[in-house]
């Protein structure tokens, strides 16, 4: 099987594996006084440091939670109550469900969030929390997120960052791109599933929880710490690498769908180099998973698909692509990918395309 499907949980890496091997070694509760405890205790502190090192915040702001999704809620309690709140109208799901009824912000054809749509709405209005991702899960389209800051600043507005697609790719600095809190999960960044963090800007740091319990992350987010995999998390926080290489094999496998009459969404965009989507005019994207399953190669849906009715990905409707919104996959390479994968990739397309693909002459009508 080729493993495409990073951006939906990226392999574990060999250093988080061991990271976490010799945490479950550790006994103590981090909130035990003594000193099993303390020596927890000190895991966790010297993970946080390291996680808010990478990431361009301190310490004492970040926040270790379930991951992205639990981040992107914890930030929008807490920073939008009382505040209405803009969100980019192609965020995930994690975000839309944490700030139902909130204003959209308009995508151009590329993907990329129209900040004069932004300026006009934060003029003149009540305070604003508005929630911008750092880079598409579905598209890699990286949005212009420092732009963004600096608007919502000059606006007093507060400005939420999931960083969850772009964390383990490309620089995600909270305090260079000038926002307020940026949500990270480890799974996607070659860390364990289950855990991820919310960082904060110093002067919002000291915020409501969601859940409160025990009062531990000083307060933010009660319940005993998930050790092993806060330890996992620390070890795949080093700065990306070998992104010119991943670019490079994107690049092949999408010129090779292009070859077989592929249509790339949001092409034009900057965007990570792990990610491209793909639709093949007239064939549905869950028929093009399975199809590529049963050769051996994992992608996903932009469109995913439920009790037998394919839903068009909103990331794509809104980029105005019409009924390809529904006939487009995801190919997302993993950090491991060899160049065989790209290979089997090129061989399975041609012959689904070759099955799947509208014929040229409805698809000119
Ligand atoms: N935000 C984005 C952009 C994502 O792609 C995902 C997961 O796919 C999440 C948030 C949710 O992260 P998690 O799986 O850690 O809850």
Redesign the pocket.
Known sequence: MYYLDA??SEPMRPEAKAAMLEAFDAVGNPSSVHGPGRAVRRLIEDARERVAARFGARGQDTVFVS????A?ALAIHALGTGRRIAIGVTE?D??RAAAPGGWTIPVSREGLADLDALRDWLTGGPPALVCL?LA??ETGAIQPVAAAAALCRAHGALLHV?A??AGGRIAADLAALGCHSL?L?A??MGGPKGV?ALLLAPEVSAIRPLISGGGQERGRRGGTQAVPAIAGFAAVCAPPSDQDRLATLRDRAEAAAVRYGAIVCGGGAPRLANTVSLALPGARADAQVIALDLEGIAVSAGAACSSGKVQTSHVLEAMGLGALAGQAIRVSLPWNVEDAAIDAFEAAYARMAARMRRPLVSAAA
């Open positions: 951006n939906a991951g992205g999704t639990e992107d995930h994690a975000v991702m598409n899960n999931d969850v697609q949500a999960s799974h996607k991820g």
